[in-house]
């Protein structure tokens, strides 16, 4: 087996993306080249599950294997899990709710496997398909394409920085050793720590091969998962103060440590009402989000103390 495409699925409708992948093997007869293993992290909306169920239950073969968790490991655990089961060379991690941009999605893959000069592929995000389409989508859709969509030439100049694990092949072997850190149990940084370590040891390429983030999700909701990620990011910093460092985020933080508690709940408040209410241009409220997430870090930063 020469690659493992690995799909941990949570409350999403995944057969937008299982039917893109079935539809490249059957047109390009990759069949016994590629096994598919799908894990739901016990999802717990039961419209998405059922559909998930029903698609999956119609299109089992030898090479495809799905299995519903009785609990929800998170983010990092499930893709360890995901890995234990999977029989290729390379494995493939994709995000249930993207979907390839191009019809050679997986072979472009399963060609650098064959030439096998990289540990570690990175195919890159896009936001060129959507299928939410309400203005209340907007502004996450305007926030990935500001801090994620990158071309792989500019990725390539800092490999770590821009791993995503919503697309991405890594080297079996390399996986075993380089695990993610189930330490990170939240949302969000886990694979950012990953690329740390992924970029000391292995070889790492960035290339165009994108695919569409179809999970969009409303501006309050943005707002919720970006306060979510606030302990990972400091456990990112204990981890990797390097990592930490090098971002911008970081210095702005570390100028509103210089407030008291009283301050920064007072600016809390403010920016977060707002973000919320901002009814200019998706630039303005980008600005408002990231001094939040500044001030939130530094909050916490101070109670830590």
């Not at 149990?185 to 990953?194: F, K, L, M, S, V």
Request: proline fraction near 3%.
């Amino acid at each position: 087996m020469d690659l493992s495409i690995l799909i941990p699925v949570y409350n999403w409708d995944a057969t937008r993306l299982l039917k893109r992948i079935f539809e490249e093997n059957k047109d390009n007869s990759l069949g016994s080249r590629v096994e598919i293993i799908v894990l739901d992290d016990c999802s717990t909306d039961t419209k998405a599950d059922a559909v998930n169920v029903g698609f999956l239950s119609e299109h089992l073969n030898p090479n495809m294997t799905c299995e519903k968790l009785d609990q929800n490991l998170g983010r990092s655990a499930i893709r360890n899990l995901l890995a234990s089961k999977a029989s290729g060379n390379f494995l493939l991690f994709l995000d249930c709710d993207v979907l390839p941009d191009t019809n050679d999605f997986i072979g472009k893959y399963l060609s650098l496997a064959e030439e096998n000069n990289f540990d570690v592929v990175c195919g890159g995000i896009s936001y060129r398909t959507r299928i939410l389409n309400e203005p209340e989508y907007d502004y996450h859709a305007y926030l990935g394409n500001r801090k994620e969509v990158k071309s792989a030439s500019e990725r390539n100049k800092e490999p770590w920085r821009h791993i995503l694990t919503s697309n991405i092949m890594v080297r079996k072997s390399v996986f075993q050793a380089t695990p993610f850190n189930e330490r990170f149990t939240g949302y969000g940084y886990e694979d950012i720590e990953w690329g740390v370590r992924l970029a000391k040891k292995y070889r790492i390429l960035h290339i165009d091969n994108t695919a569409s983030h179809l999970g969009l999700v409303t501006k309050a909701k943005t707002y919720e998962k970006m306060c979510n990620s606030v302990p990972n990011y400091l456990l990112l910093r204990e981890i990797c103060p390097e990592a930490f460092a090098a971002s911008a985020i970081s210095k702005v933080a570390e100028f509103f440590e210089r407030c008291n508690v009283t301050v920064l709940s007072f600016l809390d408040r403010t920016l977060k009402r707002r973000f919320l209410e901002c009814r200019l241009s998706n630039r303005h409220a980008f600005i408002l989000f990231q001094l939040n997430f500044a001030v939130l870090l530094a909050l916490a930063l101070k109670r830590a103390r």
